[in-house]
């Protein structure tokens, strides 16, 4: 959530930063404006009754001490307090107003992030690696894996629908080698604490996140009276295991790491990488997350992107780095990288990991804060996260990018130790 008194007090700046996104933010900043006002009105007004309503409290003492009749004086306490609770209220209104209205408008761009409206304004950071050249034409990896009997489409439409897909015998012992290969490597050379966090939360978890309230149509809500979601992204428990808590800034930065399957209705995208493995209801992810003050916060941004980075270097696997135009980024984000894997299927670069910072975004929602010596007044953290990496297209990319031309696979080196041995699927 943007701070109200930035909003307030620099309104055409955030305006600004708000249109580099690609929209109009006009009609929202016109009714914080409007709120902001009744605020300014109402104040004052409340704490002045207060301040007459203490002076009174002390006039009634005297009256008694000068036996007096102080009845006139309760009379007017009795009308001032009344007048005290419906300005409360109506203030309290207003807050409640500003509150939610403050929800809906995304994160400010970073000075760093390109201008843009889409992924074609997208800025290509550096590649690594190079794609592999065939004798043969490459094969997707939605034939390749049910040939291989790795994977299968339609006995998981059949129980599940579209958009699901079952892993058989290596295919599924390759998804957990990749789960173990990254969480090991996060864990012991980068320094990640791994954690196993619910994969259900509540609301008030995922408004802390940005995923409510402008994004509930993305999310599988739990039926009946349960106020539960199942979690999109690990992001949202890891960045909720210090929701209204205070930290001591001299443990920071924090990293935590995860494996989760990740639920999304994939609301909007129906149409899009509609064959495969690409865009799923269901799928498996190693999550990256970590708090930080916010002087460390966009260097923490480079080391976690190169952690992931690093993953498909130990993999073999050619990718890119691209930094995300203003218009491209999520709404949460203040700054974004994109890992892209190269897929031969497609003879392009696919993401497979987003890094973001959101600075104080999200802290400010979860009510994030940290003392900069674990003493002294509180302030609000940065929270950062980015996939470590997604699994089943990392799956894809092996599937496609090791494939021979028989048909087999080749398995990475790096995942031979977690394959019991196994280098080729056939």
């Not at 403050?102 to 992924?119: E, M, Q, R, Y």
């Not at 978890?205 to 309230?213: D, V």
């Amino acid at each position: 959530m943007l701070d109200p008194a930035l909003v307030r007090d620099h309104l055409s700046d955030v305006e600004a930063k708000l249109r580099r996104r690609g929209m109009d933010p006009s009609a929202e900043l016109g009714q914080l404006s409007k709120l902001e006002a009744d605020r300014k009105r109402l104040i004052p007004v409340v704490e002045n009754l207060k301040r007459e309503q203490n002076a009174a409290g002390e006039a009634v003492a005297r009256a008694k001490k000068a036996g007096e009749d102080p009845s006139a004086i309760f009379a007017e306490n009795k009308v001032r307090a009344g007048k005290i609770r419906e300005l409360e209220t109506e203030l309290a209104d207003v807050d409640r107003r500003r509150d939610s209205l403050l929800l809906t408008i995304p994160n400010l761009p970073h000075d760093s992030v390109p201008a843009g409206k889409s992924s074609a304004d997208n800025v290509e950071i550096k590649k690594w690696g190079t794609p592999p050249a065939f004798d043969f034409a490459p094969k997707p990896h939605w034939e390749l894996g049910p040939a291989l009997g790795i994977i299968d489409f339609e006995r998981a439409t059949r129980m599940s629908g579209a958009r699901f897909s079952v892993l058989m015998g290596a295919g599924a012992r390759l998804a957990r080698a990749l789960i173990d290969f990254m969480l090991d490597l996060h864990t012991r050379e980068h320094g990640y604490t791994e954690v196993e966090p619910p994969f259900m939360v509540n609301a008030a978890a995922l408004t802390g996140t940005g995923n409510l309230p402008k994004f509930e149509q993305d999310l599988f809500k739990i039926a009946g009276d349960w106020d539960l979601y199942l979690i999109p992204t690990a992001e949202v428990p890891l960045t909720n295991l210090h929701r209204e808590e205070i930290l001591d800034g001299r443990q920071l930065p924090l990293r935590y790491t995860a494996y989760t399957p990740c639920f999304r209705s994939e609301a909007g995208s129906y149409g899009a990488d509609v064959r495969g493995l690409i865009r799923q209801h269901q799928f498996d992810k190693v999550e990256l997350v970590k708090f930080t003050t916010p002087e460390q916060s966009h260097d923490e941004l480079e080391s976690l992107t190169r952690n992931a980075e690093t993953v498909l270097e130990r993999l073999g696997l050619a990718y890119r780095r691209v930094l995300l135009c203003a218009g491209d980024m999520g709404f949460a984000s203040a700054k974004t990288y994109d890992i892209e894997v190269w897929l031969p299927s497609q003879t392009t670069y696919r993401e497979i990991s987003s890094c973001s910072n959101t600075e104080a975004f999200q802290a400010r929602r979860a009510q994030i804060k940290y003392r900069p010596d674990g003493a002294g007044k509180a302030q609000l953290a940065h929270t950062l996260n980015g996939s470590g990496l997604a699994v089943g297209r990392t799956l894809i990319a092996i599937l496609e990018n090791c494939q021979q031309r028989d048909g087999s696979v080749v398995v990475p080196q790096a995942l031979r130790p977690y394959m019991r041995g196994l280098d080729v699927i056939k």
